[in-house]
């Protein structure tokens, strides 16, 4: 049995590596490190409601947002101190996920000099945290970070449905955007769920102006910004469109399996509107 499952994996990956995604322009190109997204056949697509993903975005964005830097994180191998945050907060929002029995989400602080950010990882509720980003790191080296046994989405469920799914990819996207200094405010890309999402992410620091705006969206025309979930018996896509001040609008491809653990088999990005900024710091 465990040999057949063995196999099978091994023709969805190959199967995964072999098909590109079609982009709609000469824009949608794939990045360097994702991972071409088979297409079989779904049977069941489903739309997650805008409102239902906005709101769902906003309280979990509402965790992270008063977060100030805290100076204790600013020296290499920093270590956490009492009352930072806490990431298992995050599932008071994320109520279709959850983490294995026996395990709770934490993270270790990267700090590099010229720029700074939280690493998630899960560990078991009764071992102790690791102190610091090169113990976190000589725990599993050389092993790529999704491959680790302590990669966070290794052990955490979704709870079958569509919105579960959505959560866990909302997780994967914005989850380690907290506490983050200098250059690692590059990773700024947020979920939008309708037009009135779009129009309200350009603004703000490093923004565009009103008219830039303007064109942004009418760009935007044609494009469903909704997400979706599609499911089969052994597989789960999740498409969500982000915004990123230094990309613009682009939708994101998360292929995962169905059954937990959620192993990520494949992740693509497509641009439909390009932006950027021109902010470099």
Known sequence: MMIHKSLVQIFLVLSILAISLQPS?????MADEDVAIAEPSWLLVTTISPSY??????????????LGFP???????????????????YFDVLDRISPQRGY?????????????GPVLYARKSTA?????YSEYVAAASPNKRAEREDYYLRHIAADGSPEGYFQLALLRI??????????????????????????????????????????LLADLEGFDLAPTVSMNGDLVK???????????????SILMEREAPHLILGEGSQVLVEYDCGILF
């Not at 100076?71 to 907060?89: K, M, T």
């Not at 102790?128 to 610091?132: E, H, K, V």
């Open 174 to 215: 914005q989850g380690e955007q907290f506490y983050q200094f200098w250059h690692a405010n590059y990773n700024d890309g947020r979920i939008v769920s309708d037009r009135e999402e779009a129009r309200a992410r350009q603004g703000g620091g490093f923004g565009p102006d009103e008219s830039t705006i303007e064109g």
């Open 238 to 252: 999740v498409e969500a469109v982000v915004f990123t001040k230094w990309g613009g609008f682009i939708k994101r």
């Open 104 to 116: 709770v989400l934490d993270y270790v602080y990267h700090y590099a000099g010229i720029g700074g």
């Open 53 to 66: 993903s906005r709101q769902v975005v906003a309280d979990f964005e509402a965790l992270q947002e008063p």
């Open 128 to 132: 102790p945290p690791y102190r610091n």
């Open 71 to 89: 100076d204790h994180l600013a020296e290499e191998d920093a270590e956490r101190a009492e009352g930072d945050f806490d990431a298992n907060l």
């Open 25 to 29: 322009s000469s824009q949608g190109e």
